[in-house]
């Protein structure tokens, strides 16, 4: 079972009744798997248009009594600080746990924050688990202690855990806990000051609770010599492994809750030790806690750990921890042989897949802006057409948050005194994640830019999760908050994406907004979904006597499907191939060929 | 036993991981498999870990892999510093291009000679197999059966992971018989 189902089947047998999230790596097979269970349990589950959104559902639902989760990853809960904060506040009726999927190692994110710091932060305990099995034990036990403390609680996972499968064992699901709804003369969640002076004693009083109640919730204790080492979540896998195969005999403690820590049971252990080595995934956030409490108890033990001695940048290996272990030892670590072959093969890095849309939406953005002579600054944003970075393209010149390409964009033509000519690209999940605000502050505020959504039907890259441009027109909403110059294009029709995007171009220039809505369905999920329908394929080929060998085709749209041979003409891989015609249209001596049912790119068009 | 294995997105490596895993839960050996998910989807490099039996963490060390399962050339490249002298290594006669424009590679030969340092390479024309059977998607399935008849056998038997096809995939006897000829393959 993999770790995110595992998590979402123990929420399943803790009574969950209401879940909400919005996609995220490494987070998103946590929904799916509730999704895919809710028909047979009468759980509510639904994708949010956003984490606060989510959170704030998970919440009101909470405040009625329910059992409920909000599920993000680590930069969502970003979003979500706003009823965060406040939940920690109001406490709840049911239970409420909120699922932070962390990505050490930045796999699949643009940072590696530890959001076991929010916990200290907004006074929110944090569990965590350290495998599959595990996470699905400790989800049902956070639940529990949710409703028991009347507090949410957050449950941190990291990439590790959540991306690892093991076996796990699956017990029956437990009825879902709804609530009954809210007692209107009671106030407690309305936070006015006169409240929320009151509810901040309350909080502080139950803080100290939580701290004492924590006591009771699992560790897992290895006795052995004088060298204490504290772990939590994935980190304690590793240790073990690697006391195996340093063959050394440390006391080890896995804390089940890193915050606040288990202070009693961790001080007793560490009054036996002589050394203290903790070992954590992300930042020193139980060494920090750990080193308060010992300086509390006036205890002065060397204590290593990611503040100075292991650095908190990246994810743990296991060859890590073993230089950690050996180090603090001071033994020496088995040598292992390195192999050298002496080639360093050349980088993979991710690229539009065959047919993808955006590939056609940036080519002909970049035509458009050289013959119109724009020279624009790309505000980009968080999805797949991050890719738009990479050559050819080279059409992502700044991204750094859900929204951003909006946000910041504005501050950049500000900034630069008017200068800017800006172009923000951004996707149908992240419009409606965040865009829309933004947008409405370019109407009000006046601000020229050319907005370019990138509507492929679906969250593309955390695997296709449905969102709102699957009943709200993204044209509609730009029309409402008052864009009057709004275009549609099909990308895969390049001359009029082109000649829309350059009178786009000229309503910039004018000092006004445009939006350009670009609407294919995301190849990977419209294939798939015209396959299951029977649709018979059609498949583009190389007329090897017609084909220049100019290049266009593959250096210019960098179609994975498409390779150049030795003699430097194309060659299409009818494996790889999707029919999507983009590279027919950019060929200027009509070489590139279709072969198959015509009627293909219609079912495609109206695909998801 | 630890098993590494690296490719290109779509290859359809965490398939495999998957029917080794639960090959292994249906004989009681404890799996822990590990995948990457998310951008590395898109035609990017993709590795998962699979570590079979007494073990609790989900990452192969570094020099510690038994046997490596490389499902493209240049890939198995990047599988180096996970490999000891002792490992088995299985690669897959495939080159694919990164699609970075004017990029200059070495010949498919070229790069096995250079592998060729490992005493226990073994070649499986993975992909020319898969279309004989009809479907390249079975690719996957042929260096399974090479990676079991050279490795992976000592430890699950080849009924467990037959019967752990026909739980988890569609078309099993399609799978089936592209496993089988990847063992037979290995042998020769």
């Not at chain 1, 057409?385 to 992502?396: H, R």
Request: hydrophobic share 40%; charged share 20%.
């Amino acid at each position: 079972m993999l770790g995110n189902h595992a998590i979402a089947q123990g929420f399943i047998e803790a009574g969950l009744a209401v879940a909400m999230g919005y996609p995220g790596t490494p987070s998103s097979e946590i929904m799916e798997y509730i999704m895919e269970e809710s028909k047979k349990y009468g759980i509510y589950a639904e994708w949010s248009s956003n984490e606060k959104v989510a959170l704030e559902g998970a919440y009101g639902a909470a405040m009625t009594g329910a059992r409920a989760i909000a599920t993000m990853k680590h930069v969502g809960l970003n979003v979500g600080m706003d009823p965060l904060m406040s939940s920690a506040y109001t406490g709840i009726e049911g239970g409420l746990v909120i699922v932070t999927a962390d990505d050490p190692g930045m796999w699949s994110s643009q940072n590696e924050q530890d959001n076991r710091w929010v916990g200290m932060h907004a006074y929110i305990p944090v569990l965590e688990p350290y495998d599959p099995a595990n996470a699905k034990d400790l989800a049902k036990i956070s639940m529990e202690f949710s409703s028991r403390m009347r507090h949410p609680v957050l449950f941190r996972t990291v990439t590790r855990v959540s991306h690892t499968r093991e076996a796990v064992e699956v017990c029956g699901n437990a009825l879902p806990i709804f609530g009954s709804g809210i007692d209107r003369r009671q106030k407690r969640f309305a936070l006015i000051p006169s409240n929320a002076r009151k509810l901040r004693g309350e909080l502080l009083d139950r803080w100290m609770k939580i701290g004492e109640a924590v006591e009771e919730l699992p560790v897992t204790i290895r006795s052995g010599d004088d060298l204490l080492i504290v772990t939590s979540g994935s980190a304690f896998t590793y240790v073990l492994d690697s006391i195996n195969e340093l063959e050394v005999n440390p006391t080890v403690i896995n804390l089940s809750v890193s915050v606040p820590i288990q202070r009693k049971k961790l001080l007793d252990l560490a009054t036996r030790a002589k050394k203290i080595v903790v070992i954590e995934e992300g930042d020193p956030v139980i060494e920090t806690q750990l080193k308060a409490a010992l300086f509390d108890e006036g205890i002065r033990l060397p204590i290593l750990g990611k503040s100075s001695f292991i650095s908190p940048a990246g994810e743990l290996t296991i060859d890590k921890v073993n230089a950690v272990i050996a180090g603090a030892l001071g033994i020496q670590q088995p040598k292992k042989q390195r192999v050298d072959l002496g080639y360093e093969p050349p980088q993979r890095p991710p690229v539009f897949c065959p047919g993808c849309p955006h590939a056609a939406s940036f080519y002909a953005l970049k035509l458009a802006s050289n013959t119109a002579r724009a020279k624009p600054l790309f505000s980009g944003d968080i999805g797949c057409y991050s890719l738009g970075i990479n050559l050819p393209f080279d059409e992502e010149d700044v991204l750094t948050d859900m929204g951003s390409s909006l946000g910041v964009g504005m501050g950049i033509y500000r900034g630069s005194g008017e200068k800017s000519f800006v172009v923000s690209v951004i996707g149908d999940s992240t419009y409606f994640h965040s865009g829309l605000p933004a947008l409405a502050n370019a109407i009000y505020n006046k601000t020229p830019l050319l907005l370019l959504v990138l509507d492929n039907r679906t969250t593309a890259m955390t695997g296709g999760q449905p969102n709102p441009t699957h009943s709200i027109p993204i044209e509609d909403t730009a029309r409402g908050l008052g864009v009057k110059n709004v275009y549609s294009v099909d990308p895969f029709n390049i001359k009029e994406t082109v000649n829309i995007m350059r009178r786009a171009i000229d309503d910039v220039k004018k000092g006004e907004v445009s939006v350009v809505v670009a609407r294919r369905a995301c190849a990977l999920e419209a294939v798939k979904e015209l396959k299951r329908e029977g649709a018979k394929p059609l498949l583009y080929y190389v007329d090897d006597e017609a084909c220049k060998a100019c290049g266009i085709c593959y250096n210019m749209i960098a179609c994975p499907a498409i390779q150049p041979k030795d003699d430097g003409k194309a060659w299409i891989d009818p494996s790889m191939c999707s029919g999507c015609s983009v590279c027919a249209q950019v060929c200027p001596y009509d070489a590139i060929k279709p072969k198959g049912d015509a009627s293909w790119l219609k079912k495609w068009g109206e695909a998801l | 036993m630890n098993i590494y294995m690296i490719g290109v997105g779509g290859q359809g490596l965490v398939t495999v991981s998957n029917v080794i895993g639960a090959a292994a839960t249906m004989r009681g050996v404890k799996a822990l498999t590990s995948e990457t998910h998310g951008l590395s989807q898109r035609g990017g490099s993709v590795d998962v870990h699979v570590r079979l039996g007494d073990v609790n963490s989900p990452l192969i060390p570094m020099g510690g892999a038994d046997v490596v399962i490389a499902f493209e050339l240049l890939e198995a490249f990047r599988a180096v510093p996970y490999m000891n002298n002792e490992s088995t290594l299985i690669v897959n006669n495939r080159l694919i291009r990164p699609p970075t424009p004017r990029l200059k590679l070495p010949r498919a030969d070229e790069l096995l000679d250079k592998l060729r340092r490992f005493k226990s390479l073994n070649i499986v024309n993975a992909f020319d197999a898969a279309m004989k059977l009809g479907n390249p998607i079975v690719e996957n399935m042929i260096l399974l059966g090479a990676a079991h008849e050279l490795g992976l056998s000592k430890l699950i038997d080849e009924e467990a992971i037959m019967q752990a096809i026909r739980d988890t995939m569609r078309m099993p006897d399609l799978n089936i018989n592209a496993f089988l000829m990847g063992k037979s393959l290995a042998r020769h």
